[in-house]
């Protein structure tokens, strides 16, 4: 079975711009969480959508939102870029809402974004 | 404070150390506790999910969580080159999956 799948895999993007970012959990898993890690810190956690509804929101500014489909697949997207942006941005893909003893949560290899 | 803190090293062991990586953690809601490794450039990979206080053990690696003192481990047996990585405690709480990562430790194991 695939894994949690991410695209693109590197993206550079201009201050000011736009970007989307693109998420398939594992098959059968319902919850996907988005989480932006800069290089040598851990992972900040963005957004959890659970049934294409959203159930968590980190400190993030409004120029993130997300959304999640019908077919479980997410959307990450970044308004206004800023240099600070440059990041890893993973998902994180998880069969249930909760943690629970049957809910590990599995990551994608991540988008490498960087703004000049 | 951050809600987990964890030492970023490096840490460097020669091959075949018993490893041992730390985490505390300030919010006595979290239940729940993960190890993940991460590779450079890589997502991370769950290496160990364990609930509230105890041990668990999986091949050469054993997480041990004390709540009682806020503190959580991974202990990794004859390590090899191959363990070179980031390794990242997490903790979750509540009703949804908001995982609170520590710093990461970067772990060097020379042959």
């Known amino acids: 079975d695939a894994g949690v799948t991410q695209s693109p895999t590197h993206l550079i993007k201009t201050r000011g711009q736009h970007v989307t970012l693109r998420c398939s959990p594992i098959?059968?898993?319902?919850?996907v969480s988005w989480y932006q890690q800069v290089l040598g810190q851990g992972p900040q956690f963005i957004f959890q959508?659970?049934?294409?509804?959203?159930?968590g929101r980190g400190n993030f500014p409004d120029r993130f939102s997300a959304r999640q489909f019908p077919n479980y697949s997410s959307e990450l997207n970044v308004n206004a870029l800023l240099l600070g942006d440059s990041a890893l941005y993973l998902c994180?893909?998880?069969?249930?809402?909760?943690?629970?003893?049957?809910?590990?949560?599995?990551f994608g290899e991540g988008s490498w974004l960087t703004v000049v | 404070q951050k809600e987990v803190e964890q030492d970023p090293g490096p840490l460097s062991v020669p091959e075949g150390a018993i490893v041992s990586l730390n985490c505390t953690y300030s919010?006595?809601?979290?239940?729940?506790f993960m190890w993940y490794r991460q590779y450079s450039r890589k997502g991370p990979e769950l290496l160990m999910y364990?609930?509230?206080?105890g041990n668990k053990e999986d091949g050469r690696f054993t997480a041990q969580v004390d709540k009682s003192s806020k503190y959580i481990s991974l202990f990794i047996r004859d390590s090899q080159p191959s363990d070179s990585a980031t390794y990242l405690c997490?903790?979750?709480?509540?009703?949804?999956?908001?995982?609170?990562f520590g710093a990461g430790t970067r772990l060097a194991v020379h042959p």
């Open positions: 994180a893909s998880s069969l249930g809402q909760g943690p629970s003893s049957g809910n590990t949560i599995y």
């Open positions: 098959s059968g898993h319902k919850s």
């Open positions: 959508y659970y049934e294409k509804e959203e159930r």
């Open positions: 919010n006595s809601a979290f239940q729940y």
């Open positions: 364990t609930y509230s206080s």
């Open positions: 997490a903790a979750v709480s509540g009703g949804y999956n908001k995982l609170i």
